[in-house]
């Protein structure tokens, strides 16, 4: 059984629902939507989200966000970063000679 190959396979699978997720709830404006109705329907501020004004059903600007970018890479880098160091700790208990 390999160990690393697998991990890596279940850390691209979870990076592309990620992905989508993060896509979805962002640039679509269902996250604005479900956090506060009043930006929607009577052209309300009382939150941050309400900065991106929604057109449809896409929220115009959302792309150009540095947080949307560092939302969508910091995750999935940081569980590979987290898999590869548990996989090397794992490798020093490791008995000599074998592989």
């Not at 929220?59 to 947080?67: N, S």
């Not at 970018?69 to 000679?97: D, H, K, M, N, S």
């Amino acid at each position: 059984m390999n160990w690393k190959r697998g991990l890596f396979r279940v850390w691209e699978a979870t990076t592309l629902l990620w992905a989508a997720l993060w896509i979805v709830l962002n640039w679509s404006g269902v996250a604005a939507s479900l956090s506060d109705l009043s930006c929607l329907v009577n052209g309300g501020s009382s939150g941050p989200w309400c900065k991106y004004h929604l057109m449809g059903d896409i929220a115009v600007g959302g792309l150009e966000d540095p947080l949307f970018w560092i939302g969508l890479v910091a995750p999935p880098i940081a569980a590979l970063l987290l898999g590869y160091t548990l996989l090397w700790i794992g490798r020093g208990f490791r008995q000599e000679g074998s592989k």
